[in-house]
């Protein structure tokens, strides 16, 4: 697959593959002493919306824009390393994991957290659905399958996505061992919707909420890509319509900066002309915690993975949230 990936104009340069448990081959560095770089050009970045599944193949669409050598590398790709390595048989399991919960969590879960991707349609929509978002990254405002960097495991302070020229992704450095790759900003309930597991972040976004500021509307929503820079720091996109108050996403706890959350928001309600920020960012804190502390009441006399997972990823959103001390000026 290596080979045939060089010919079509990608580049792989000190990488192997080698097993590495449920999420199926990974990405190594064959000498590491020497950088490794992966390369994926444009035309081997397939759309997530060109992408279907076919008595339970996968493949790009007939109508999709893709040339036929893309195409057939695609599908063996797809057979050889992803879909039919693991890929199928790990997201089966996972799905099964959700089926199986009490129903009242399965209400909360869609009810407070909009996990509704993970009960709603099909048992086989479902677990292709899953597998698509868990493979796919974001790159330049579309979810793409990307070959080869999808099997790089995820964490914290890894590989981050780049470009070495326009219409490309890659990725490059020195490890000594396995490849991993940046989580990107998800926070750990972002993470766990993603990709179906645990992990420690340092920050945490708000769930979606609709409140006051003063006498005003404020709809926050859960969209972290939505985003601006401002003084060093990433800031929500936000909008004003028919005086109701839109912000892309919140930001409420950070362990690096646990002043900068409360200081965004005060900054953009100043901008907006609204009073009362203060004790709207508290209601929504507050109303996050409420949320994370129910679930984990809900969870403790359930036992299994899928619930071991849930708690952990609770504690981590509660850890992360607990960062937030103060207020930053932008």
């Given at each position: 697959?290596?080979?045939?990936?060089?010919?079509?104009?990608?580049?792989?340069?000190?990488?192997?593959?080698?097993?590495?448990?449920?999420?199926?081959?990974?990405?190594?560095?064959?000498?590491?002493?020497?950088?490794?770089v992966v390369d994926i050009p444009a035309s081997l970045l397939f759309r997530v919306e060109n992408v279907e599944f076919v008595d339970g193949a996968i493949r790009i669409k007939n109508?999709?824009?893709?040339?036929?050598?893309?195409?057939?590398?695609?599908?063996?790709?797809?057979?050889?390393?992803?879909?039919?390595?693991?890929?199928?048989?790990?997201?089966?399991?996972?799905?099964?994991?959700?089926?199986a919960v009490p129903l009242k969590l399965h209400e909360t879960l869609v009810a407070d957290f909009a996990m509704q991707e993970f009960f709603e349609g099909t048992r086989a929509e479902?677990?292709?659905?899953?597998?698509?978002?868990?493979?796919?990254?974001?790159?330049?405002?579309?979810?793409?399958?990307?070959?080869?960097?999808?099997?790089?495991?995820?964490?914290?302070?890894?590989?981050?996505?780049?470009?070495?020229?326009?219409?490309?992704?890659?990725?490059?450095?020195?490890?000594?061992?396995?490849?991993?790759?940046?989580?990107?900003?998800?926070?750990?309930?972002?993470?766990?919707?993603?990709?179906?597991?645990?992990?420690?972040?340092?920050?945490?976004?708000?769930?979606?909420?609709?409140?006051?500021?003063?006498?005003?509307?404020?709809?926050?929503?859960?969209?972290?890509?939505?985003?601006?820079?401002?003084?060093?720091?990433?800031?929500?996109?936000?909008?004003?319509?028919?005086?109701?108050?839109?912000?892309?996403?919140?930001?409420?706890?950070?362990?690096?900066?646990?002043?900068?959350?409360?200081?965004?928001?005060?900054?953009?309600?100043?901008?907006?002309?609204?009073?009362?920020?203060?004790?709207?960012?508290?209601?929504?804190?507050?109303?996050?915690?409420?949320?994370?502390?129910?679930?984990?009441?809900?969870?403790?006399?359930?036992?299994?993975?899928?619930?071991?997972?849930?708690?952990?990823?609770?504690?981590?959103?509660?850890?992360?949230?607990?960062?937030?001390?103060?207020?930053?000026?932008?």
């Open positions: 697959m290596l080979k045939e990936f060089r010919a079509l104009g990608g580049i792989a340069e000190n990488v192997t593959l080698r097993p590495h448990g449920h999420w199926g081959p990974g990405l190594f560095s064959a000498n590491p002493d020497k950088p490794f109508s999709a824009p893709v040339a036929s050598a893309e195409r057939d590398f695609f599908a063996r790709y797809q057979k050889v390393l992803s879909w039919g390595e693991v890929g199928e048989s790990g997201a089966t399991l996972f799905i099964e994991m959700l089926d479902r677990i292709q659905g899953y597998f698509l978002r868990s493979r796919a990254v974001m790159w330049n405002g579309t979810s793409v399958i990307v070959p080869f960097i999808e099997l790089a495991r995820r964490c914290e302070n890894a590989t981050v996505l780049g470009s070495h020229e326009p219409g490309h992704l890659r990725i490059e450095g020195e490890v000594p061992g396995e490849i991993f790759v940046a989580f990107g900003r998800q926070d750990p309930l972002g993470i766990f919707r993603k990709f179906g597991l645990p992990a420690a972040r340092l920050h945490a976004f708000s769930l979606p909420v609709r409140t006051k500021v003063g006498t005003a509307d404020l709809t926050i929503g859960r969209n972290p890509a939505a985003k601006e820079e401002r003084a060093g720091f990433v800031i929500p996109q936000m909008k004003s319509e028919s005086g109701e108050l839109f912000l892309s996403h919140l930001m409420l706890g950070n362990s690096t900066f646990p002043r900068a959350s409360r200081g965004i928001f005060y900054t953009l309600m100043r901008e907006a002309g609204v009073t009362g920020s203060d004790e709207a960012f508290d209601r929504v804190l507050q109303f996050n915690k409420g949320a994370f502390l129910r679930l984990l009441e809900m969870l403790e006399p359930l036992r299994g993975e899928i619930i071991t997972r849930l708690r952990r990823m609770a504690h981590f959103q509660l850890g992360a949230l607990a960062h937030c001390v103060g207020a930053r000026e932008l």
